[in-house]
């Protein structure tokens, strides 16, 4: 019988560990460690996208496998197009790149308005930050105060010029809806339109968040001096439980169709991308490290102190949002486009 030889356990002790280690080995933790990510937005310094990337980069880099140093740098142009175009054919595709862009970006190529050739669908979608329905907000006196006074009524709104949501989201309603807004070109941004409500020379404005609202002008959503017939988003957000969303008051399948597509940015607001073709098992990694960022208690603690709005949306429904808007028919594409190149009157 043989013998047991005390001195040989340490030495086959040690050779099983090697084997071990690699048996648990993470490929993902291995390639991210030690490294370095860059987080690129597509804002200018000092704006919005700016303090989200600076806010949000640190907690990506904290639940990333590998724990790498996160980047942050800016890459403006064209209104994210540049960044996009940057993603689908330089950037390396190995899941170290990360990019976050203004949300109508990817559905510009649909649109017909993009230069150079670019496939959002090809790009791999990590998670969008938040949901930011646009709202009509209409002065407590105007006689506006439900979506039917909109069909019902004159409603006179100030816009900051074409192609901007203050023109582009009272157009829609007028011409897919049947309402009865006067829109009045030429202010100089929000803060000149809420002047003239206040005057009396306008009755309210489509195409701001009731948050950035409640920041400019404190107490005129909570305190009632304006009122909320509508907001532009396919489901109805957490803020505004009893709005009535544009998707929901659509009269048919052609309108819902059509506003499908506008409204898709707004479910998918500040997405974060990389480039094509990265492994699979990172792009899963990548996309869980965000939603437990977003989650982060600290993250949310410093999102608030920011004043920034959080909102998740995973990466696989932003996937599906921009695939399913480029399968939407010719007419929905047409109608769209032409609702939000539309132009209101000018100011006298």
Not at 40 to 53: K, V
Not at 54 to 68: D, L, R, S, V
Not at 92 to 107: E, H, I, K, N, T
Request: charged share 20%; hydrophobic share 40%; proline share 7%.
């Amino acid at each position: 019988m043989a013998s047991f030889t005390p001195w040989l356990a340490p030495i086959a002790l040690a050779a099983s560990i090697p084997i071990l280690g690699a048996a648990q080995a993470d490929p993902v933790s291995d390639f991210y460690r030690g490294k370095q990510v860059f987080f690129i937005h597509s804002g200018g310094e000092g704006g919005g996208y700016a303090t989200y990337a600076q806010t949000f980069a640190p907690y990506m880099g904290k639940h990333i496998p590998g724990n790498p140093k996160v980047v942050v740098q800016s890459m403006p142009g064209a209104g994210g197009i540049r960044l996009l175009q940057y993603f689908g054919s330089v950037a390396p595709r190995d899941g170290a790149y990360l990019g976050l862009v203004q949300s109508g970006a990817p559905f510009v190529p649909l649109m017909g308005t993009a230069a150079g050739t670019i496939d959002p669908r090809k790009l791999n979608w990590i998670g969008a930050m938040s949901r930011v329905a646009a709202v009509c907000a209409a002065w407590s006196t105007s006689g506006i105060a439900t979506f039917q006074d909109m069909l019902d009524k004159q409603f006179i709104v100030g816009s900051s010029g074409a192609g901007s949501l203050t023109e582009t989201q009272p157009a829609l309603l007028n011409k897919l809806y049947g309402t009865k807004i006067k829109i009045v070109s030429g202010y100089h941004g929000a803060t000149d339109i809420y002047l003239a409500m206040e005057r009396g020379e306008l009755e309210g404005r489509c195409g701001s968040g009731v948050q950035s609202m409640e920041i400019s002008r404190p107490g005129w959503v909570s305190g009632g001096k304006v009122r909320i017939p509508i907001q532009f988003a396919v489901t109805r957000s957490r803020g505004l439980p009893d709005v009535p969303t544009a998707y929901e008051l659509a009269k048919d399948d052609r309108v819902r169709e059509v506003m499908k597509l506008v409204l898709a940015p707004v479910e998918m607001n500040r997405p974060l991308f990389t480039a094509p073709d990265v492994p699979k098992d990172r792009i899963e990694a990548l996309r869980a490290a965000f939603h437990a960022a977003i989650e982060d208690p600290e993250f949310l603690e410093d999102a608030r102190r920011a004043r920034l709005e959080v909102e998740e949306n995973p990466g696989d429904n932003v996937a599906r949002i921009i695939s399913e808007s480029y399968r939407l028919s010719a007419d929905a594409v047409a109608v769209a486009k032409e609702a939000m190149t539309a132009q209101g009157a000018a100011k006298d």
